[in-house]
T-cell receptor, first 111, second 113 residues
Framework: DTAVSQTPKYLVTQMGNDKSIKCEQN?????MYWYKQDSKKFLKIMFS???????INETVPNRFSPKSPDKAHLNLHINSLELGDSAVYFC??????????FGQGTRLTVV | AQSVTQLGSHVSVSEGALVLLRCNYS??????LFWYVQYPNQGLQLLLK??????LVKGINGFEAEFKKSETSFHLTKPSAHMSDAAEYFC???????????FGSGTKLNVKP
């Protein structure tokens, strides 16, 4: 029973396209996140939502738009994809004073 | 504000040798500290966490870490490395509102036969 699941696992697309990554957690957590991991494995937080409200937006281009229809879901939509957007994107969730639980990642390749 | 610094982007040990991965933190509030492991093409898995209880924390796979406030450190150790320990290791700090997690830059552990 997967705690944090994200789809798709792999995404290959052309520059200029629009794509979405979906994330769902069944842990009952109030907080969800999107992280970007670059080729050097550095993990950078992009967004954080708490109970469907945007809490953190870490200077991410406005081509990236998160959407949280309910507290169990946090989707990431990316417009006008660029080569530099190629990375692994991780969804995570956390409860009050718990660790973050991560999904398996979505490897985005922009060609 | 919070941050973590991991010293050494690559660490190489022989199988059976001591593993020591270094992490120093900075936090304006009492921190929660974590070590995660990432195997190739996988997500991050929690190894252990410090949440202001015992300063010596034991985790999975024989790993442990000691919280030292005076040194602002939370180094990860394992007495005897196994080949299966080869992976990327991340230290993270959290504190304050909404559990924002700050990750270090990661340390890649290589285990030689």
């Amino acid at each position: 029973d997967t705690a944090v699941s994200q789809t798709p696992k792999y995404l290959v697309t052309q520059m200029g396209n629009d794509k979405s990554i979906k994330c769902e957690q069944n842990l009952g957590h109030d907080t969800m996140y999107w992280y970007k991991q670059d080729s050097k494995k550095f993990l950078k937080i992009m967004f954080s939502y708490n109970n469907k409200e945007l809490i953190i937006n870490e200077t991410v281009p406005n081509r990236f738009s998160p959407k949280s229809p309910d507290k169990a879901h946090l989707n990431l939509h990316i417009n006008s994809l660029e080569l530099g957007d190629s990375a692994v994107y991780f969804c995570a969730s956390a409860g009050m004073n718990t660790e973050a639980f991560f999904g398996q990642g979505t490897r985005l390749t922009v060609v | 504000a919070q941050s973590v610094t991991q010293l050494g982007s690559h660490v190489s040990v022989s199988e059976g040798a001591l593993v020591l991965l270094r992490c120093n933190y900075s936090s304006s509030v009492p921190p929660y500290l974590f070590w995660y492991v990432q195997y190739p093409n996988q997500g991050l898995q929690l190894l252990l966490k410090y949440t202001s209880a015992a300063t010596l924390v034991k985790g999975i796979n024989g790993f442990e870490a000691e919280f030292k406030k005076s040194e602002t450190s939370f180094h990860l150790t394992k007495p005897s490395a196994h080949m299966s320990d080869a992976a990327e290791y991340f230290c993270a700090v959290s504190g304050g509102n909404f559990n924002k997690f700050y990750f270090g830059s990661g340390t890649k552990l290589n285990v030689k036969p």
